[in-house]
């Protein structure tokens, strides 16, 4: 049984900074792409970053140059950093790992940015 936690969302004004964590379960979290997903009121849930096992990353434009995507494979942990902060980012924040043809996600985090 595959789990995700995600921790370190918050209220942040705009321009400022957010880290969030993903802990996974599961000895075998290295070999697998992790991803991060959002979720805004009234929208469809979106892809946001992904990195690969090797580490290799790819963003949504809309986080490009402000969003960072990494992992701590001896942690079992994925992160992202959110600098410059919009109030277009306010959702609820996912991790995710599809393993095997089955996709499995986080509870998510919610991330609010308003003054």
């Known amino acids: 049984q595959v789990q995700l936690v995600e921790s370190g969302g918050g209220l942040v004004q705009p321009g400022g900074s957010l880290r969030l964590s993903c802990a996974a379960s599961?000895?075998?979290?290295?070999?697998?792409?992790m991803g991060w997903y959002r979720q805004a009121p009234g929208k469809q849930r979106e892809l946001v970053a992904i990195?690969?096992?090797?580490?290799?990353?790819n963003y949504a434009d809309s986080v490009k140059g402000r969003f960072t995507v990494s992992r701590d494979n001896a942690k079992n942990t994925v992160y992202l950093q959110m600098n410059s902060l919009k109030p277009e980012d306010t959702a609820v924040y996912y991790c995710n790992v599809p393993i095997l043809g089955s996709d499995y996600w986080g509870q998510g985090t919610q991330v609010t940015v308003s003054s």
């Open positions: 990195i690969a096992s090797g580490g290799s990353t």
């Open positions: 599961g000895s075998i979290f290295s070999i697998y792409t």
